[in-house]
């Protein structure tokens, strides 16, 4: 059925990230901007179905890929973060023994190293798009790889995604995604659990 997306609710409060994602740029970015990709997604769909001619359908390709991807992407965004454990509040940021620590460990050495190198990658986006830690379905091995705009991830599973559009941070973090900031801060608040858990179902299930 089409036209019929809602916006899922979150699993957690709005200030339940701060101090790394605050309050203000949560509600923005869920109500807001997620809000908005889910309606004209039901509003691109609704216009493909009632589509006569080949020439109709294929201008609505842009819209279906742009705001599908959005109200994707962001779904597994919310997913993919958790209260801070630094902070007392949730399990954020720890990435316990297992499966995925494993996988990390092998490809790149360490957690920080991951980091380290997910930060350049995905800090040297020209302009808007989302950073991802993928399996990819071929050799099985986690890459860091990039997408613009608000394209889904397509060649690889998504384990880990980071939205490096300005509505994620500006408001907090103004233009300095590529320090020690946003992306640096981000990293409190990955759901490890959440990760392992794809990164699990992606070894031995279909693609999410």
Do not use: C
């Not at 923005?28 to 109709?56: C, D, R």
């Amino acid at each position: 059925m089409t036209g019929q997306h809602t916006l899922p609710p979150l699993p957690y409060a709005y200030d339940a990230l701060e101090p790394y994602i605050s309050r203000q740029i949560m509600e923005l970015h869920h109500t807001k901007h997620h809000q908005t990709y889910v309606n004209a997604l039901n509003t691109a769909e609704a216009a493909y179905a009632k589509a006569s001619t080949p020439k109709e359908r294929i201008a609505l390709q842009a819209a279906l890929r742009f705001n599908g991807g959005g109200h994707i992407n962001h779904s597994l965004f919310w997913k993919n973060l958790a209260p801070s454990h630094a902070e007392g509040r949730g399990n954020g940021g720890v990435l316990k023994p297992g499966p995925l620590k494993e996988a990390i460990e092998s490809t790149f050495g360490s957690l920080d190293t991951l980091k380290a190198e997910f930060n350049t990658t995905t800090a040297g986006i020209q302009g808007s798009g989302w950073g991802w830690l993928g399996l990819n379905p071929s050799s099985k091995r986690l890459e860091i790889v990039t997408t613009a705009n608000q394209d889904p991830l397509l060649s690889h599973v998504p384990i880990i995604g980071v939205d490096i559009w300005e509505h994620a941070f500006y408001l907090q973090y103004l233009n300095v995604k590529a320090d020690v900031s946003y992306l640096k801060a981000i990293w409190n608040v990955i759901n490890f659990e959440e990760a392992e858990r794809r990164y699990v179902e992606a070894l031995t299930g279909p693609k999410l």
